[in-house]
């Protein structure tokens, strides 16, 4: 058989699986097209998800709501994570995940909607949130589907880096579109013989942030099925809860799993309190106002990204649990907000904040990605990761929510927030030593070279 012969025998048919042999000459000719619109999907609707985020902040404000409703907005959005947690992984692995992602894009758009017609922005936020909890399983569980396991920690690399460009982006369109010199030049475009019922400056900001829901529904549509086996959705709501207790069993169980989960579960539980902590402390030590408070959560973003390019291209998965001491030094490092008072200062301290987060998540997800995929599949090992993370989520915003209820100063809640994550990190990184003394599992992860 000639050379060419060979590769093309080896080359991927549609409709197909993708085997060891296959993936690697896949990897070597030529890179799939469709990681990138897997990419684009993803890129759009969290560059919505996050501007969202911003809009109903000023929407509450608009309603003169308490204060302390605002890190309430993060509570509703995630209760759908964990309430439905049995379900969206079984749901994201009964179909093709772009057929799951185009669907749960589409409730997005509807919760979008229900703020644009004056429904309460906790409750039109809580809609999103639902349709991101059935997202979340199939845009991470679509990666262990479509690329092999050495490509998992660059694939995290590239849809985390993405994910941060578009908070980055989300939160500055997002604040841009609240400023009211900004919505009245748009609002001042018209089209001939139509009332748009656009009249607002609230009204004009989820206009534009529906339309970037709706360029995501379009890459849904284009996203390729991976020719994986799909499991017909079972009926019966019980046996789901008994197999996704069963799920998160296994992974809690799994010396490696146990390590990766406890670490992304602090994390997104951290980085979702950080983001309102930044908007409280940029008001309190650095006079800044809501739009250009926001700009700042950009800022923290842009960390998050360089850390995660950095990991993608230096850190194997057998490296992954290299990275855990980062995690310690970044709740030392929150503690310097307390002293700087000045924008200058800020920016490169959140700049590096963010870094050391994306340099120690990207691989744990990976990790986690890897182990869960080995253990239970693509959809439900995300449903579980989702499910721990976001009751993180859920407590942190809460505890956040009690300390300005309880008017405790931002540079209280600052101090406590950085002992908490690096005191978390330092017992998780016993645990990971304890585990490694018992048995060395992470020899057995693949060690090569991933860019």
């Not at 560059?47 to 204060?67: G, K, Q, T, V, Y």
């Not at 809580?126 to 059935?134: D, E």
């Not at 809860?241 to 989960?261: A, K, M, P, V, Y």
């Amino acid at each position: 058989m000639h050379n060419g012969d060979y590769r093309a025998s080896l080359a991927p048919k549609s409709k197909r699986g993708i085997n060891l042999a296959q993936s690697h000459i896949r990897d070597i000719y030529f890179v799939p097209f469709g990681f990138y619109i897997i990419m684009a999907a993803q890129f759009f609707s969290a560059l919505a998800d996050n501007a969202l985020l911003i809009a109903a902040i000023a929407a509450l404000r608009e309603i003169h709501a308490p204060s302390e409703y605002e890190p309430l907005l993060k509570t509703f959005f995630t209760v759908s994570y964990v309430v439905l947690a049995a379900f969206v992984g079984a749901f994201a692995d009964s179909m093709p995940k772009g057929r799951v992602m185009l669907i749960s894009n589409g409730i997005k758009i509807v919760g979008c909607a229900m703020m644009f017609f004056g429904v309460h922005p906790l409750v039109a936020y809580a809609v999103v949130g639902l349709g991101a909890a059935a997202y979340s399983p199939a845009k991470y569980g679509i990666l262990t589907e479509y690329l092999p396991h050495r490509l998992l920690v660059v694939a995290n690399g590239w849809i985390e880096g993405l994910t941060v460009g578009a908070i980055i982006l989300g939160v500055v369109i997002g604040g841009t579109l609240i400023r009211p010199d900004v919505a009245q030049h748009l609002l001042a475009f018209d089209f001939p013989l139509i009332d748009t019922g656009v009249d607002t400056v609230g009204e004009m900001a989820l206009t534009v942030i529906g339309l970037f829901y709706a360029l995501a529904a379009v890459f849904n549509v284009y996203i390729p099925d991976t020719g994986v086996d799909h499991k017909a959705l079972k009926k019966n709501p019980w046996y789901l809860i008994h197999e996704f207790n069963h799920c998160l069993s296994l992974l809690w169980r799994d010396r490696l799993g146990q390590i990766s989960l406890a670490v992304t579960t602090l994390f997104w539980g951290a980085g979702a309190t950080l983001q309102f902590i930044v908007i409280k402390w940029s008001e309190t030590a650095l006079g800044l106002g809501l739009s250009k408070a926001s700009a700042l959560q950009g800022v923290v973003a842009v960390g998050v990204a360089i850390g995660a390019i950095a990991a993608a291209k230096f850190i194997t998965l057998r490296k992954s649990v290299l990275v855990i001491p980062l995690g310690i030094a970044m709740g030392l490092i929150v503690l310097i907000m307390n002293f700087v008072h000045a924008v200058w200062l800020a920016v490169p301290l959140l700049i590096l904040i963010g870094g050391l987060s994306g340099f120690f998540v990207v691989p744990m997800n990976a990790l986690l990605q890897h182990r869960g995929h080995i253990l239970m599949g693509a959809g439900h090992s995300i449903a579980v990761q989702n499910f721990n993370e976001n009751i993180s989520i859920l407590i942190m915003t809460g505890l956040y929510y009690l300390m300005l209820k309880m008017e405790l100063s931002i540079y209280w809640v600052v101090t406590l927030f950085g002992l908490f994550v690096s005191g978390l990190m330092y017992v998780i990184r016993l645990r990971h030593l304890a585990n490694q003394k018992a048995q060395d599992d992470v020899q057995h992860l693949d060690d090569s070279a991933h860019h």
